[in-house]
């Protein structure tokens, strides 16, 4: 396996501000290492052949885009979640409709600078029916709307595009668990404050405490109303006004 790297400032540049003159596949490494860390079992990595990703990472430390990291730098704790002392119980959560607002993420956001028509969220659900019936509600809302159908798919859109005003999350993907892409989210601290929302169909108390420890802003149940959709994500975002 390849030696364990980090991104260097130049390297975090170049894969932020898509640098054309860096190659995309460097660009997209770089991506992957700043948010699977050296996890190079994780399936976005598996595209490259081993040999051809070790010649790749020598030759882009030799441009100083990537770094040798220390031991100490590869352990990457979750930040400290805030134990909220007036959580709602969670039958109490689904009988006001199925949906839950972490309030004491919300204290001191500022809502977007920008009209609702350039607010981004990216929808990640792998089955079609869902997909489509997310992308609609949030469109009929006046969002624009990114879809991606897996894990790798939402690391590609992170990549190219970059990071989403909101990410809608499902919990079950064909190739990761949503709780374990919000683990990796919030380690970081470009995206610790990212507004995520998991939309998903488990509704039980434990995941939906898992959810919000983990630092998720908002747990939605499946199935779920288009208006209640709309208000989660305008109270998450603090943005209310079209």
Do not use: C
Not at 59 to 86: K, S, T
Not at 163 to 169: A, N, T, Y
């Amino acid at each position: 396996m390849p030696p364990s790297y980090r991104l260097t400032g130049a390297g975090r540049l170049a894969w932020e501000s898509q640098d054309a003159a860096v190659p995309a596949d460097y660009r997209l490494i770089l991506w992957l290492l700043d948010f699977h860390g050296n996890d190079y079992a994780a399936s976005a990595f598996r595209r490259f052949p081993e040999q051809l990703l070790i010649e790749w990472l020598g030759e882009m430390e030799e441009l100083g885009l990537i770094e040798r990291a220390p031991d100490e730098a590869l352990r990457l704790p979750l930040p400290d979640i805030e134990v909220l002392e007036d959580e709602v119980p969670a039958q109490e959560m689904l009988a006001r409709g199925g949906a839950y607002i972490a309030e004491h993420r919300l204290r001191g956001r500022r809502p977007p600078g920008k009209p609702r028509s350039r607010i981004v969220v990216l929808i990640v659900e792998d089955d079609p029916d869902q997909l489509a019936l997310a992308d609609l509600r949030v469109s009929m809302a006046g969002y624009s709307v990114r879809v991606a159908a897996s894990a790798e798919a939402l690391t590609r859109s992170f990549s190219s595009d970059g990071p989403p005003d909101l990410l809608l999350l499902d919990i079950h993907l064909p190739d990761g668990d949503g709780f374990d892409i919000l683990w990796k989210l919030r380690r970081h601290r470009r995206y610790a404050e990212l507004p995520v929302i998991l939309l998903t169909a488990r509704a039980d108390a434990e995941d939906i405490g898992k959810g919000l420890r983990l630092g998720a802003d908002g747990y939605v149940t499946k199935p779920y109303s288009k208006n209640l959709l709309a208000g989660v994500i305008e109270k998450v975002l603090k943005h209310v006004h079209a």
